[in-house]
């Protein structure tokens, strides 16, 4: 799309278009737009609520552009409690400065759950509960970014019982949010959502989770360089195994590849280094809402309808299937499709999306 | 009489508060405050204990990796299994490399700027320091032009709001250094920023991702093969060796020299900040197996007292060893509220009666945190990168010695010093320097074994749970940087009954217990002098030497009581 060399007008129908699928209202939107006119480094908060700060070391992994490049040139981060020099009052200063010098021009990004049992007390911080402070820094927000599992669908401490109440920011405030699931995200996927909403200045075409479909629109077993072990019925059938060794499918090592939408087999992790299912591991299905809850993590997945290859998996050995398959619900037209299928399908999506975009 | 609030407490990891009185200029006493949990210990009940490392690795982030290697430990003495020596060797390279990456991430972006003035490096000449630099470090990098435009960025930065660095208490006495080794500090702040992201390339090699590489109950998920293209090969074991190189040089030529060269300003910190006079190490680095202790690189045992002739043993399982206590937390018991329990027979009936937020101060509240409170034998005690060298100086390891002698000379300071906060940031150094080193001879000896193909890095004899014994338990215990880290699990019908963990931060942050002892933040901070009260950037120094992790010591919480094993008094 940037390649055709689009317009003003071109990129407000663009962002309506993409705004109005995600949920985003004109209003907002105008916000996002206006801040990016200007030639100022666009102010952004970081906040940390229910989390254990897994995604702001995965930022700082980041490799293009690099962190301290990120941090000097495309953003102003005025709050970051990881990083920022500030504590306590000063710190605080810092929040409240940014918020009011910045009414609808700033961006949030939150890392982490809100626990909301018990009128709040499971997080405070300065005093106050996590729930009163998202509220007041997301009032006058450009555009919300939810960096991770915790943030955009609950994580480790929403899994069952989920003893805090535990909730995702999208369900607590009444304002469209990026979701960039993963435990944690890819560190070039945060950093490509960050300069999707900073530097191109729009937001990025979001999936029916509000998951950007620029990272998460494809399967990672669809994707995945094993897959050709998959479709030939090579599997993986212990670790460390002579089928281990020479990189057959996890499949039956539980690999949730089959129902997770991530990068991780494209973009891969630490500039490209590895992913899990490279060395050997399957994936645990860490960006998909309640993955916690479909396991264990070594119990292969059940059937899918549609799909030839599995009976044959399982005619190789024993299984026992897994009772839950979270996940696939939202993406069921997809799924549940042979391969082929998939590419024709998403080949015609983009194209009425393109006709609608025109 | 004054007392001041510090919340949030930043560059930790998690959520922190600390109430400090000052009287005349001093602190006179302390409080630290855990303020968020998240209830993982509940969520483990009933799951599958060989996914728990999983779960358990999102405890942390930042020491990612630490209780995934404690949870897979605690399941492997449960189960009893013993891991081939290659996955040992693996699980070593990474945690070495996890310490070296910590120390330097911790050192420079979560330290640093309670000693160094960024603003201050503005004034310096780029090319004095330059000339000052080369004195101390061969970083070949450390040239006139380099920190001329490292100063630019700077200047830059400072015109367009200071972003992240805006509002540090920038021009406090307390800041002692040069404008020149300040400008050397911060050029080095934004190359470790830049070179941390590569030493965690290694975790991705072996567990194919960081933060939160994969672990594997019974060994490590990967396989080596030097005749396979999709295996653990040559390719990859270059790019390892390649990791450690940089990072060999970017410790020796610049993290060591820097932490020097900042210390050599700052000898006055070695007067403050020592707290406690107790160490507990569980020891790290097996070198024959997890069940040979006497193999461990670094020992296990606690100094009492500072007295450094004697080392006492340490039984994770003895119930009358650790125990934890709640007088002062936010949890109920049910028998005895002063009592302390033993991990295998914990209680964590979360009971908050805090003040309803919002709120301003935790004064006059009994009980003001969401940590517990660790003992040993009724002891508070330090962990982290001090107690170990501690630990294993008393238990006259060579190597140990011979690092903290070597460095005291450098400053010229006494063994005492070490009893402080400038001590403790030293020592973490010192643990970084060491790690460094034994990364480097374990990747030697995993090269022997791969040119010897004994490379198997996975014993599945009880990987089926029907392989289990009814019920069992284990315990796993790690050094994580921060210090001793322990898992404690019940296993039942081949699923989790019971799970408890007391980590670093929970001995060094929790509140007082019943004696009203206290433990080593609040007991760090009492005698140190405060400048000024609405800046209190000596607290923030004394607080950051401990590298705390609240994410970490908070995460118990059980509000039916169920599923806990426990003494009932009932």
Known sequence: ?358 | MTRIVVDPVTRIEGHLRVEAVVENGVITDAFSSGTMIRGLEKILIGRDPRDAWAITERVCGVCTSVHALASVRAVEDAIGVSVPPTAELIRNIMMSTLYVHDHIVHFYHLHALDWVDIVNALKADPKKAAELAATFSKWDKNTTSYFTEVQRKIKQFADSGLGIFANGYWGHPAYKLPPEVNLIAVAHYLDALEWQKEIVKIHAVFGGKNPHPNYLVGGVPCSIDVDEVAAINTERLNLVAKQIAMADEFLNEVYIPDLLAVASFYKDWAKWGGGLSNYLSYGEYPTKGYAQVDSFKYPRGVVLGRDLSHVLPVNPKDSQEIKEYISSSWYDYKGDKDAGLHPWAGETDINYTGPKPPFTTLEGFEKYSFLKTPRWKENPMEVGPLARLIVGYASGRADVKEIVDSTLGKLGVPVGALFSTLGRTAARGLDAALAMGWLKEFYAELMERVKTRETSTFNGERWEPSSWPKECEGVGLVEAPRGALAHWIKIKDGKIDNYQLVVPTTWNGSPRDAKKQRSAFEASLIGTPVAKLDEPVEIIRTIHSFDPCLACSVHLYDPEGKHIHQVSFE
């Not at chain 1, 299984?319 to 590419?343: D, E, S, Y």
Request: glycine share 10%; charged share 20%; with cysteine.
């Open chain 1, 1 to 358: 799309m940037q390649q055709k060399g689009y317009n003003r007008r071109d990129f407000m129908q663009l962002c309506a278009a993409a705004a109005a699928a995600a949920g985003f209202g004109q209003t907002g939107l105008a916000q996002v737009v206006s801040a990016f006119e200007k030639k100022e480094k666009p102010a952004v908060v970081w906040m940390h609520f229910q989390e254990c700060t897994c995604c702001s070391e995965s930022f700082i992994r980041a490799s293009h552009p690099i962190v301290a490049d990120a941090l000097l040139d495309v953003m102003s981060l005025n709050y970051t409690e990881t990083l920022m020099a500030a504590s306590g009052f000063q710190a605080e200063k810092s929040l409240k400065d940014t918020i009011e010098k910045n009414k609808g021009k700033y961006i949030v990004l939150v890392e982490g759950a809100v626990p909301t049992k018990d009128g709040g007390v499971y997080c405070m911080i300065g005093g106050k509960t996590a729930e009163s402070i998202l509220q007041e820094v997301s009032k006058d927000a450009a555009a919300v970014i939810a960096w991770g599992s915790c943030a955009s669908n609950g994580c480790v401490q929403a899994a069952k019982p989920n003893p805090t109440g535990a909730t995702p920011i999208h369900k607590l405030i009444d304002k469209p949010v990026i979701n960039v699931p993963g435990c944690p995200p890819i560190a070039d996927v945060m950093m490509a959502v960050v300069t999707h909403v900073l530097v191109l200045g729009q937001i990025p075409a979001l999936d029916s989770l509000g998951r950007p479909k620029e990272f998460y629109g494809r399967r990672v077993h669809d994707t995945c360089y094993r897959r050709a072990n998959y479709d030939a019925g090579l599997f993986v059938e212990s670790f460390d195994d002579e089928n281990a060794h020479k990189g057959y499918c996890l499949y039956k090592m539980g690999c949730r590849g089959p129902v997770t939408y991530n990068a991780c087999s494209v973009v891969k992790w630490n500039e490209g280094t590895s992913y899990p299912i490279q060395s050997g591991h399957g994936c645990i299905g860490c960006s998909e809402e309640g993955f916690w809850d479909n396991g264990p993590f070594y119990q292969h997945l059940p059937h899918f309808p549609g799909f030839g290859i599995e009976s044959t998996a399982d005619t190789v050995g024993a299984v026992v299937g897994v009772a839950t398959l979270a996940g696939v619900a939202a993406h069921a037209v997809v799924t549940n499709i042979r391969k082929h299928k998939v590419i024709a399908e998403v080949h015609t999506e983009d194209q009425q999306e393109d006709q609608k975009e025109s």
